[in-house]
């Protein structure tokens, strides 16, 4: 059923979580016994007070995620929807992800609701670097200023461009894919009902089920997405 959907659908979008990423070996920092969201209360590590009053443990903690991301790549799946974005088969992916993997990958409409790991920015002066700084242990901009990743901490917002971006996508959606989040998480959990709610059809890949699966048209279980996509694509 869903490949005759994703051939009939005129407006497509993606919507991934943790496990897209997981099938790259990447872990899950919410779940994953090893890691440091065990050792560390994450809403005190990675925050903005942390980051305002406890700057060595924040850094030391970000340091080690983007050396964690940095072990990792895109898998099959990243590149197969970068494909399918150049030939028109989807037409926007929305990611909980902070891997940067679908930009790797090659995918161009990308909403990063969370950030990136990839690139940090300065704490004062607001300059973009290449999160290479961290793993060389440069953590002060040309302003003198400290250089933070890119991510949404909490105690932020959402970055304003691509949650707008996420909203329309998902109201124009025809068919609304999601892959490997237990949408869990709000605002972002929000997007599949906006577009269940604007016609479209909601499908929803996840190991585990969800507390959405009620509203979806259709809900896989049984399939790795790596597998499932190559599958589509076939």
Known sequence: MLKKWLEDSN?????????????????????SKQGMWNKKDPSKIASVSSLNENVDEFIEFYRERVLGVKEYYPHKGHFILADWEKRGIIQSIITQNVDGFHEQAGSKRVAELHGTLQQLHCQSCGKKYSSQEYINQEYNCQ?????????VLFGESLPEAAF??????????????????SLTVTPANQFPL???????????????RTDFDYYADEVINDKEIGKLLQELDE
Request: include cysteine; glycine fraction near 12%; charge should be negative.
């Open 11 to 31: 407006y497509t979008v993606i919507f991934t979580g943790a496990g897209m990423s997981t099938e790259s070996g990447l872990p899950d920092f919410r779940s």
């Open 143 to 151: 302003c003198g200023g400290l250089l933070r990743p890119s991510i």
């Open 164 to 181: 707008q971006f996420a909203l329309e996508e998902s109201e124009k959606a025809e068919l609304f894919i999601v892959l490997g989040s």
């Open 194 to 208: 906006i577009a269940k709610k604007n016609g479209a059809k909601l499908v929803i890949v996840n190991l585990e």
